[in-house]
């Protein structure tokens, strides 16, 4: 049974569509939606202004508010709360260490634009690879 889940999420449509997904078919699971701010790199633009605040947990925590603030609104449409955790890093690689602590992983196909994808990676393929729990990839 699937008690645990985490839910990484963007602001993409589709990772939108993995926790609707996530709260649907596990309604009594105890879901976390986890946001990964990635590491700064040229091809990483929020990220490289994030590098520059003088308090990078707390303006990590404020890019994700957002994001939190849309999954919340989502969790009560399912009549349902949801847990919500800030990272900062290489989002594949954290989000297959955090894996680790849960049953499953439910995650959007893609985020972002063509070029994010071309450049950054396909996140999900890289965590559907690796984590040592199940996947479910939604699109």
Do not use: Y
Not at 15 to 34: F, G, K, S
Not at 93 to 107: G, M, P
Not at 118 to 129: D, E, K, S, W, Y
């Amino acid at each position: 049974m699937v008690s645990q889940i985490l839910v990484p999420m963007d602001d993409s449509e589709m990772a939108t569509r993995a926790l609707d997904h996530a709260l649907t078919i596990h309604p009594d699971a105890e879901v976390t939606v986890l946001h990964v701010v990635g590491n700064p790199s040229p091809m990483m633009g929020k990220a490289m202004g994030l590098a520059m605040e003088d308090n990078l947990e707390q303006a990590a925590e404020e890019h994700a508010s957002e994001i939190f603030e849309h999954a919340r609104e989502i969790a009560q449409s399912h009549d349902t709360e949801i847990e919500t955790d800030v990272a900062w890093g290489s989002p594949a690689k954290v989000i297959v260490k955090r894996a680790e602590s849960f049953d499953a992983v439910v995650l959007g196909s893609h985020g972002g634009s063509i070029a994010d994808r071309l450049f950054v990676g396909n996140v999900a393929q890289t965590v559907f690879r690796r984590s040592p729990v199940p996947v479910t990839v939604v699109r």
